[in-house]
């Protein structure tokens, strides 16, 4: 990670790096923004199930009412409810449920009739047993009326006459208007006491207004008499509309707790100039002292928090301690049940009974979101809507499994004698962990996979059956050590017939070689130790025989005489040694350069068929080495006979890397500045030359085809195939430096590769050949095509990116984005849009048009704080999702202009075109336990969404289910990179899937199979085992 570390979105707090002050103050209010916005999606996701069970509640209720309304049990339905459903309910229901009663006044206004001036107060019911008479109060002021009754009378005027009945309709709201001009002004009196709702009674006249005066149903009704239920005032301060507000923002939950009933909604207080609503019926058993408190006490809605979740239910009451009601109209569970349809089901939010832990994931209770951690920070993840059940979900492996296909690439660059004909017409190279054994004819490959680290050298057995390959030590994933060894191993049936010098070599095997005299009995191998090891081993009891130390300096080459056993040769940094072998003893002899110059490195070496040894050097040189008696003078008296040069032949500019003897006897050698390939007469004078192309590189390997043909190993990874007399044509080619960027054609059997090495090529998966290729002004870091498929762009690692013809192989046109290097790009579905993700923490975007040949600048994503390193787009390439250094989920709404989207929870249920970012709720499965969150460099989802590709650090490609949303996931495992694998994608018709690897500089290519035809191994994310070495090919 680059710049300061910064703590992830879910911690809440973002720590700025180099930069100006203000704007990371802004980014972090704005991740403090964000924090906040998810904390009210859950609480939002909470209230939408109480406010559904509200109106499902209401509505039943106003079924109800045409039902009941004759009936006894319930005299005025507008009665019985707040005043806040009364507005409802009179809505909702027809004008004939709700008849306008002369002299009423509706529920809007006032929930009981006004007495008249001058008519006595009715008396109450009777008092309960043991309940004190009331006192009498001061006698009642007259109240003004309502405004929806019309204005009041002046003084002086007429007394109006009754006028018609109301026609029937919803009722004009008067809670709270202000009284008019000329009203009197009434001095605050006493709290009202409210009384018992009387037994309605049929109206006796059936007159207008003749239920005026005082009377309620035909029931007089006396102020101050009856059983005190509770008090109303006016000591909360609060407006009658402020009133009306807070109610509607109380549920059911809260009308419970404060002791209303469900279906009437909270009580409201009088206001000064409209009659107060009646009290709802409780139940008498209940103390009133505390209802009234509740009934004036302001109800505040606040955040559900962590320790509220932690409580129990015993816990929640004993806090509370609120009476609740013990009787319900109608369960509105059952209401949901009834209501709810196979589509509404679906749409759920997935309830979990139990919390879920482990150690990298919490799935909370109210079940919409997930929780995992890397490197010990928090990573919040929400729950789909088509998840029903978390619990429930099971990840399995997956029915497809891959089969190595085909491996681009040759080891050329830094090893040397890497390269065999066998008598079968194969070529045997190694790159990476596989030696590859490549029909020059058939056009075909079959790999050698048995090993756990890089291949370092190759030794072909004189019956040209069985090979034994070197590999180096590495460390799997847990850091336990995985000793170097060697494989001898039949080259028909790819079976491992020995492991030779497990646990005996250091470090790696540096090179090996069988001997010829005895048609292959022995091996010999120097491993890469400080002292460079040389020991010999029985290649059939796989028992070492001999052991000795060689020099400090570097050996590049060792192998038998083909004559004599007991002779070996080796040759490296300024030396040459002659080695006698007998029994259990080694002993050196120095090539002795007397008063030739000694060369820095001695690269190669050959025998004649005359028995003598001829090397090539740095200087270009060829030196003949032979025997000479030992030089008393010199050396003294019983000096032993030495080795010296005999010869030197000027051979080629700058170094000779290879030397080889033909069949004939004719000897080749290589030169490395040149790049030229001569063949040598007898008498060591130039016969025929060549020179390879300066694209291939210098001349690495030499080996004889068939006739004249010849095969020749290049510096620049590349296998050549020609002759002296012809052209050289390319077999193999592939990378020479650290591997990143890889896409695939939308509808072509194409991929594109970008690397270090400045090139980006063009590979056809069908043919197994290289398109095109072309160098770039700068690294190629990553790459996109376009779904027209006609231009690709590439992304740099200077900030530029260019569009490249997939025609013509020409540059279209390049932009600048940032001063950084640039992580990814990618196209939007419909190719009208382009997304470029830099390493200075923002996303560019861009408007494209024709077809992918014009640019320009749309806006920036800005939120992230840290570098960019994975995008996809949805299906319909209106939204963004990104991944960053410090591992953040963030969402992009493009057509507002690359807008951050706060609440992530509005996301969870986007479909994405294609899902490359390593982190999310369909993916988190594929981490491993105890992951730094570096572990894992890039995954892909196949575009039949049955599987997801995995490219981690420890040279492994894994294949899981998708989608792979629980921790500790099984996965088939592979093994054939030698370093981290940087990239996976699938083709477009998901038939294989292309890994590339880092300092490997391979590319691979795998076939995906439903059966068992690959062996692989099939471990769980969190186990830490390397390739079981089975019997078998791959």
Not at 265 to 280: D, F, I
Not at 290 to 300: C, E, F, I, Q, T
Not at 526 to 535: K, L, R, T
Not at 760 to 769: A, I, Q
């Amino acid at each position: 990670m680059d710049g300061a570390s910064a703590q992830s979105l879910d911690d809440g707090v973002c720590v700025a790096g180099e930069g100006d002050e203000q704007d990371a103050r802004l980014a972090a209010l704005e991740l403090r923004a964000q924090r906040q916005d998810d904390e009210i999606a859950l609480l939002k996701a909470g209230l939408a199930g109480t406010l559904r069970r509200i109106e499902i509640y209401d509505q039943h209720f106003a079924r109800l009412l045409p039902t009941l309304a004759g009936s006894p049990l319930l005299p005025d339905p507008l009665c019985q409810v707040d005043l806040l459903t009364g507005r409802v309910l009179q809505t909702l229901l027809p004008a004939e449920h709700t008849p306008a009663r002369p002299g009423h006044i509706s529920a809007c206004s006032c929930s009981r009739p006004l007495p008249g001036p001058g008519t006595p107060a009715p008396p109450g019911p009777p008092a309960l047993p043991g309940t004190p008479p009331p006192s009498p109060g001061p006698p009642a002021l007259p109240r003004p009326p309502s405004p929806s009754l019309g204005p009041p009378a002046l003084p002086g005027s007429p007394t109006p006459t009754p006028g018609p009945p109301a026609l029937p309709g919803p009722p004009t709201p008067a809670l709270g208007h202000p009284a008019l001009p000329g009203s009197p002004v009434l001095p605050p009196g006493p709290p009202e006491i409210l009384p018992q709702p009387p037994v309605p009674q049929p109206d006796p006249s059936g007159q207008p207004g003749a239920s005026n005066g005082g009377v309620e149903g035909g029931v007089p009704v006396q102020a101050g008499e009856g059983p005190e239920l509770g008090v109303k005032g006016r000591d909360d301060g609060l407006e009658p509309d402020a009133k009306v507000l807070e109610a509607a923002a109380v549920g059911p939950e809260h009308r419970a707790l404060s002791g209303a009933s469900p279906g009437s909604g909270s009580p409201l207080p009088g206001e000064a100039g409209t009659p107060p609503a009646l009290e709802p019926e409780l139940d008498p058993d209940l103390d009133p002292a505390p209802l009234a408190a509740s009934g004036r006490k302001k109800v505040l809605l606040r955040r559900c928090s962590t320790s509220d979740k932690l409580r129990g239910p015993k816990e929640q009451v004993a806090d509370t301690q609120r009476p609740k009601l013990t009787k319900k109209s109608v369960s509105t569970q059952s209401l949901l049940s009834k209501g709810r349809g196979a589509d509404s089901r679906n749409k759920e939010l997935p309830q979990s009974p139990v919390a879920s832990t482990s150690r990298r994931g919490f799935y909370n209770q109210e079940g919409v979101s997930i929780k995992v951690f890397l490197r010990g920070r928090p990573i919040t993840m929400y729950v789909p809507l088509n998840v029903h059940n978390y619990e429930e979900l099971r990840t399995e492996l997956p029915a497809e499994r891959l089969k190595l296909d085909w491996v681009y690439g040759y080891r050329g660059k830094d090893s040397r004698g890497n390269l065999h004909l066998l008598p079968s017409g194969e070529v045997v190279y190694f790159i990476a962990c596989v030696v590859v054994l490549h029909g020059i004819e058939t056009q075909t490959q079959r790999h050698y996979v048995r090993h756990t680290d890089c291949v370092r050298c190759l030794a072909i057995h004189p019956d040209g059956v069985r090979i034994a390959s070197g590999q180096a030590a590495g460390v799997d994933k847990d850091g336990k050590p995985l000793l170097p060894s060697v494989h001898v191993w039949d080259s028909g049936s790819l079976q491992t017939l020995q492991h030779i010098g497990s646990g005996s070599f250091e470090r790696g095997v540096g090179c090996l070689a069988f001997s010829r005299a005895d048609a292959g009995s022995f091996l010999c191998v120097i491993d890469d130790s400080n002292e460079h090891v040389m020991s010999v081993w029985d290649t059939a009891r796989g028992c070492r025989l001999a052991e000795t130390k060689t020099t400090n300096e570097a050996v590049l080459e060792v192998g038998f005489h083909p004559a004599d056993t007991g002779c070996i040769v080796s040759c490296g940094k300024s030396h040459v040694y002659f080695w006698s072998w007998n029994g259990g003893s080694l002993t050196k002899k120095q090539g002795i350069f007397g008063k030739y110059k000694k060369p820095r490195f001695i690269q190669c070496f050959v025998f004649l068929p005359s028995g003598e040894v001829l090397t090539g050097d740095s200087e270009g040189n060829i030196l003949v080495w032979g025997k000479a008696a030992a030089d008393t003078k010199t050396l003294g008296k019983g000096a032993k006979e030495t080795y010296q040069i005999a010869r030197l032949v000027k051979a080629h500019e700058g170094s000779i890397f290879t030397l080889c003897v033909r069949g004939d006897g004719a000897l080749l050698s290589g030169g490395g500045k040149d790049r030229r390939v001569i063949l040598w007469g007898p008498d060591l004078t130039v016969q025929q030359e060549t020179e390879i192309s300066e694209k291939a590189g210098a001349v690495r390997t030499l080996v004889q085809g068939a006739g004249d043909e010849l095969l020749i190993g290049t510096t620049r990874n590349s296998i050549l195939r020609g002759s002296f007399s012809g052209a050289c044509t390319p077999i193999v080619q592939g990378h020479t430096d650290e591997l990143w960027g890889l896409t695939t054609h939308p509808c072509r059997d194409l991929f594109l590769t970008c690397a270090h090495d400045r090139r980006v090529c063009v590979w056809d998966l069908e043919h197994h050949t290289l398109e095109w290729s072309r160098t770039l002004e700068g690294t190629g870091l990553c790459a996109d095509f376009h779904c027209s498929g006609t231009v690709v762009v590439v992304g740099l690692q200077t900030g530029r990116w260019v569009v490249l013809d997939c025609a013509t192989q020409e540059e279209v046109c390049s932009t600048v984005d940032g001063n950084e290097q640039l992580s990814v790009v990618r196209f939007s579905p419909d190719g009208n849009f382009l997304a470029v993700g830099s390493h200075d923490n923002y996303i560019y975007l861009h408007t494209v048009s024709d077809s992918g040949r014009r640019y320009s600048r749309y806006g920036r994503c800005m939120g992230h704080s840290s570098f960019i390193t994975h995008l996809d787009w949805s299906q319909d390439s209106c939204f963004i999702m990104s991944n960053s250094g410090d591992y953040e989920i963030l969402y992009w709404d493009i057509v507002a202009g690359g807008k951050l989207i706060r609440n992530r929870y509005e996301c969870k249920d986007l479909e994405w075109i294609s899902y490359t970012c390593v982190l999310g709720f369909h993916v988190f499965g594929v981490w491993p336990d105890g992951s730094d969150g570096t572990d894992i460099n890039a995954l892909c989802r196949s575009h039949n969404e049955r599987v997801v590709a995995v490219a981690d650090d420890f040279c492994k490609v894994h294949l899981f289910q998708y989608p792979c949303s629980k921790p500790k996931a099984p996965s088939h495992m592979y093994g054939a990179h030698g370093s981290h694998v940087t990239n996976v994608r699938f083709t477009h018709n998901d038939s294989y899937l292309i890994s590339t690897g880092g300092k490997d500089t391979t590319v691979m290519q795998w076939r995906v199979t439903n059966g068992r035809l690959g062996h692989s191994t099939s471990v769980s994310s969190a186990s830490a085992s390397s390739l079981d070495l089975l019997p078998g090919s791959t």
